[in-house]
């Protein structure tokens, strides 16, 4: 969908989702919600997959980084 399109539907939308009745409207939000976890999901597998190949998820890498912030933050006990 081109930018020109998706801006051209906005006012329908707005206007549709302006007469909703309060439970139509806690599940458009509930949808919104679903879809943005979604993306975000999306965009962290795909970093995460850059990084990996990169070699900056190696467990070692990991484990090190882990140590490294307890001796900073100790944890009370």
Aim: proline share 4%.
């Amino acid at each position: 969908m081109t930018s020109a399109h998706s801006a051209s539907l906005l006012p329908e939308v707005m206007s549709k989702v302006a007469n909703l009745d309060p439970a139509s409207l806690a599940a458009v939000h509930r949808f919104l919600s679903r879809l943005e976890l979604a993306q975000l999901t999306e965009e962290i597998q795909d970093d995460a997959e850059v990084l990996r190949a990169a070699g900056k998820l190696e467990n070692s890498l990991i484990e090190s980084a882990v140590r490294e912030h307890r001796k900073s933050h100790p944890y009370a006990g």
